[in-house]
């Protein structure tokens, strides 16, 4: 992982090396906090932050989930976030907001805690794996399930819930497998560990419903663009059999962005090529995201 020169924690702007925590804190004893995945991409007008405010209203969401709140409104957030990007300089960066519990309260109910606020930005290249954009990755069906909607507060991107997505990843990995595919408790599809999943069968996009998922930024950028294209999208459950027969399948999310799915236990997904349709939703995607398409330039926050 590259390092910037500053971190942003709390209103001030400090060294990388200096940003550090007390080790008794409730977030790193227990995993309670909240954190936001967000990517700033070089534009031909200069930096912009991809649906800004949308990641910040979840982060504000996930704590309410949780039952704390963030310090700090969306429109402070968004300046902290401009100020950040512009102090390390980067035209293109991925950005993480963390809201934990540094220091006091190590009883496990929360009770009027010190919440603290840090934004880090750092360089991050393909998520699912280097070159996996284009010849598509290779996944495997997780044994570990979704978690149960009433297990882990779904809706939350809370830090604990993380736990089931690194195991299910790491081991997906050290299997060979650019990534893992986790079904739900019911046996039907859910998600990658930090992405959502689609389908391609017969020209027609289907995914999970959000039932038990994170509201995904990415997977309602894919709908609202592929929609737009005249591309019909069915959000409706299926099993993983139906994702051995389907043409194409593929992942999104703010890491991931718009990743093919080549590969499932090892059965090929059609051809076993990032298939035409992933193909024009990533170039519908990277156009958005890179300020070069006319439409919804709204979901960019120049910094
Ligand atoms: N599922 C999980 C569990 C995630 O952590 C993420 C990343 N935030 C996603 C899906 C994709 O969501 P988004 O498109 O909003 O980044």
Not at 203 to 217: A, F, R
Request: one cysteine or more; aromatic letters at 10%; proline letters at 3%.
């Amino acid at each position: 992982m590259e390092k910037a020169d500053y971190i942003w924690i709390d209103g001030k702007v400090v060294g990388w090396d200096d940003a550090t925590s007390h080790v008794i804190g409730n977030t790193l004893h227990y995993g309670f906090g909240v954190f936001e995945g967000i990517r700033c991409y070089k534009t031909e007008q200069g930096p912009a932050v991809f649906r800004l405010h949308d990641h910040l209203i979840r982060l504000r969401n996930s704590a309410k989930i949780l039952g704390f709140e963030v310090p700090y409104s969306v429109d402070e957030m968004v300046e902290s976030t401009r100020e950040i990007i512009r102090a390390n300089g980067a035209d293109e960066c991925y950005i993480r907001p963390l809201a934990y519990i540094g220091e006091g309260g190590m009883g496990l109910a929360y009770e009027d805690c010190q919440v603290n606020l840090l934004i880090a930005t750092w360089f991050w290249g393909e998520y699912v794996g280097k070159g996996t954009l284009e010849r598509g990755s290779r996944v495997k069906t997780s044994s570990y399930i979704r978690h149960h909607i009433n297990t882990h507060m779904s809706k939350a991107k809370a830090c604990g819930n993380y736990l089931l997505f690194q195991m299910a990843r790491t081991d997906a990995r050290r299997d060979g497998y650019d990534e893992a595919l986790l079904l739900d408790a019911n046996g039907q599809v859910a998600e990658g560990s930090v992405e959502h999943f689609f389908v391609v069968r017969n020209g027609v996009l289907v995914t999970p419903p959000l039932t038990h998922l994170l509201d995904g930024i990415t997977r309602d950028t894919v709908i609202v663009l592929a929609r737009e294209m005249g591309f019909e999208v069915r959000e409706e459950a299926f099993s993983r059999d139906y994702v051995h027969t389907a043409q194409e399948a593929f992942f999104v999310g703010t890491g991931a962005e718009v990743t093919p799915v080549v590969e499932l236990d090892r059965r090929p997904i059609g051809d076993g090529l990032r298939g035409p349709v992933t193909k024009q939703l990533q170039d519908a995607y990277f156009d958005v995201v890179k300020g070069r398409s006319n439409s919804h330039t709204d979901w960019l926050t120049y910094v």
